[in-house]
C-alpha cells in the first residue's frame, strides 16, 4: 500500500507549498541564501539516525560537513539544537544566544526549524520523498519589526503587545509576522482551523477530535514536550 | 485537550495506558494510531510502514493522510513550544496536575 502526493488534501498540499518555498526567499531577518542554508542543516538535524549530542555544537563536527557560506556558525548550531534537541532547551541557553543572535532573528529561525520538521515529518510518515529546495531568491531580509514588541511571561521571546493574554503558542511568534503567518497556516491545514478549536465535535469526516488528539499527545510525549 | 475531548464525547481515556502507549482510550483504532505515531517519530523505517499500513487497512488512505498531518503538526508545535520557551499559566497548571501526573510530564526533560 502507498500513498503519493495527489492522495493529500489540496490545502494541506498548499500551506506545505507555500512554507517551503519560503524558506528559499528572504525573510524579515535573514537573507534567501541564509534561510535555505539554515534549512539543509534543519534537515539534516531532523534526519540523523546518530545526531550530535546537544551539548556539542554541530558546527565543530567535521563529518557534518554544514554548509556555512551565508549565516553565522552560532545560526547554524542554534536551528541543529533546536531540530534535534528542542527539549533540552534552557532559559539560560537562550539567553547565551540571544546575546549573539537578535531576539526577532532567533524567533524567525524557530520558524525555519519548524517548517522543515513538520514538512519532513509528514513526507516521511506517508514513505513521501521529501521536496527539494529551490535556489535562493536574491535580495535582503525586509527587516521591519513591528513598533509593539514587548517581553512576556509566558514565553523567552519577545512578543507583539498586549502580552500574555493569548496561549504562549500561540502569541510565541507574533513578533515575526511573516514567521507566525506562515506556521499557523500549516496549523490550520495539518491540525485544526484556528475558529474550530473550542469545538470537541468538529471534524474533517475522517477523524474524530479524540482521535486527532491521542495522536497528539503520543507525539508531544515521543518528544518529551513539557508544554 | 485529549483528556478534554474525550469526556465532551462521552468516551473512556486512561491517559496512564497513553503513556505506556498502549492505547487505553475507548476509541476506533485507538492502537494503531498510538503505533503510527510512535513510529513516525522513532527512525525504524519497517516499523513505520507496518503501522502505516495497519492503519490504512482499518482507517482507509484518506484517515491516514490526516493522522500523517497531525503527527507532523506536533513534530512542530513541540518545538515551537520548546525553542520560544512557552510555559502554561500557574493557574493552569494548577487545574491540570492529575492530567499532567497521569502523562507522567514531572520526568519529561524539558519541563521548567
Redesign the interface.
Same mark, same amino acid.
Given at each position: /500500500?502507498s &500513498?503519493s502526493i495527489s492522495?493529500?488534501?489540496a490545502d494541506?498540499v498548499f500551506a506545505h507549498e507555500q512554507a517551503w518555498s519560503a524558506l528559499s526567499h528572504p525573510g524579515t531577518w535573514w537573507s534567501g541564501a541564509q534561510r535555505r542554508e539554515l534549512a539543509i542543516t534543519a534537515i539534516l538535524a531532523v534526519n540523523e539516525?546518530e545526531p550530535s549530542p546537544p551539548w556539542v555544537a554541530a558546527s565543530t563536527v567535521a563529518d557534518k560537513k554544514l554548509q556555512i557560506l551565508f549565516a553565522s556558525s552560532a545560526a547554524h548550531d542554534v536551528v541543529y539544537r533546536? =531540530?534535534r534537541h528542542? !527539549?533540552?532547551?534552557?532559559?539560560d541557553w537562550?539567553q547565551r544566544t540571544t546575546q549573539e543572535i537578535d531576539p526577532l532573528a532567533f524567533?524567525e529561525l $524557530?520558524g525555519i526549524? $519548524?517548517?522543515v520538521?513538520?514538512?519532513v =515529518?509528514?513526507r516521511?510518515?506517508?514513505?513521501l520523498d521529501p521536496p527539494e529546495l529551490a535556489p535562493a531568491t536574491p535580495g535582503e531580509p525586509s527587516r521591519i519589526k513591528p513598533d509593539n514588541v514587548v517581553a512576556a511571561t509566558?514565553?523567552? &521571546?519577545p512578543v507583539i503587545a498586549p502580552a500574555?493574554e493569548n496561549? !504562549? &503558542?500561540v502569541q510565541?511568534?507574533t513578533a515575526v509576522p511573516e514567521t507566525n503567518r506562515v506556521?499557523w497556516a /500549516?496549523?490550520d =491545514?495539518?491540525?485544526i482551523p484556528d475558529k474550530e478549536m473550542v469545538d470537541?465535535?468538529w471534524t474533517?469526516g475522517?477523524?474524530?477530535?479524540?482521535? /486527532?488528539?491521542?495522536? =497528539?499527545?503520543?507525539?508531544?510525549?515521543?518528544?518529551? $514536550?513539557?508544554? | 485537550m485529549l483528556s478534554w475531548s474525550g469526556t465532551e464525547q462521552g468516551l473512556e481515556v486512561d491517559l496512564k495506558n497513553v503513556r505506556n502507549a498502549s492505547g487505553g482510550v475507548d476509541v476506533s483504532f485507538a492502537r494503531e494510531l498510538v503505533d503510527f505515531a510512535t513510529a513516525a517519530t522513532e527512525f525504524d523505517l519497517a516499523a513505520l510502514t507496518v503501522a502505516r499500513n495497519k492503519l490504512m487497512k482499518l482507517a482507509g488512505l484518506a484517515a491516514t493522510v490526516d493522522v500523517a498531518a497531525v503527527i507532523a503538526n506536533f513534530e512542530m508545535m513541540t518545538r515551537l513550544a520548546d525553542s520560544t520557551g512557552a510555559r502554561m499559566q500557574t493557574e493552569v497548571v494548577a487545574d491540570r496536575l492529575a492530567v499532567a501526573t497521569a502523562m507522567g510530564v514531572d520526568d519529561v526533560v524539558s519541563r521548567r
Open positions: /500500500m &500513498v492522495d493529500v488534501r494541506l539516525v533546536i =531540530a528542542a !527539549a533540552t532547551l534552557t532559559k537562550y524567533i $524557530c526549524v $519548524c517548517t520538521a513538520t514538512v =515529518a509528514f516521511r510518515a506517508l514513505d509566558l514565553n523567552w &521571546v500574555d496561549a !504562549a &503558542v510565541a511568534f506556521i /500549516m496549523a =491545514a495539518q491540525y470537541p465535535h474533517r475522517t477523524l474524530s477530535r479524540v482521535q /486527532m488528539e491521542l495522536v =497528539a499527545t503520543r507525539v508531544s510525549q515521543q518528544r518529551e $514536550c513539557f508544554y | -
